[in-house]
């Protein structure tokens, strides 16, 4: 699929047949979206469609060649997606639900969020590049060094931080040294 969104709210979709599909909205690039709250609705019974984007110098922020993006979602038990990607890792609660995905393309991403039994359905969504504790768009030394900082913390200790815990296995460790 190939994807291109405008600044008009609707992004052009190329499965086999083009198809306009109407988004919420242009979330931007990681630094823009990095730890912003979008709030929406899902009581219409529709996906909520989102376009966002990541540009080469993100993708290359860490030494890997690619980046973990992370999709919060309070108020729905259903994981988000992005068309032509699994999560790598998911979790869901009774109203909230999350997913990791890795990003190794620079370009634009389609992100549903599906209706789900719940009603009504305000929800919070909430995007993060995982490893970038500090929230500034870029895992880097500094965000390592929190990591390492808090190596061995379990959920409940003092000092524990869901922005540490990469995998939210509740165990800071090793694994979640990102950078
Ligand atoms: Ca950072
Ligand atoms: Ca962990």
């Known amino acids: 699929m190939n994807l291109i969104a405008g600044d008009t709210g609707e992004a052009i979709a190329y499965f086999d047949n083009p198809q306009v599909l109407p988004l919420e909205a242009d979330l931007g690039t990681a630094s823009k979206f990095t730890g912003t709250v979008t709030n929406g609705n899902l009581s219409d ?5 989102y376009s ?4 080469d110098s993100e993708i290359n922020s860490t030494a890997k060649g690619w980046v973990l993006l992370g999709v919060d979602v309070n108020g729905t038990d259903q994981l988000p997606s992005i068309e032509g990607l699994i999560p790598i890792s998911s979790q869901t609660g009774s109203d909230s639900s999350f997913a990791l995905f890795l990003i190794d393309q620079a370009g634009l991403y ?20 995982a490893g970038d504790v500090n929230n500034d768009g870029a895992v880097d030394a500094l965000d390592s ?5 808090a190596l061995g913390l379990a959920e409940g200790d003092a000092g524990y931080d869901l922005a540490l815990d990469v995998n939210r296995n509740r165990l800071i460790n090793e694994v979640d040294i990102v950078g």
């Open 110 to 129: 389609l992100l549903s969020l599906q209706p789900s039994s719940l009603s009504p359905q305000p929800y919070q969504l909430r995007l993060g590049i």
């Open 52 to 55: 966002l984007g990541f540009r």
């Open 145 to 149: 060094q929190a990591v390492t900082a």
């Open 45 to 49: 019974g529709n996906s909520d469609l």
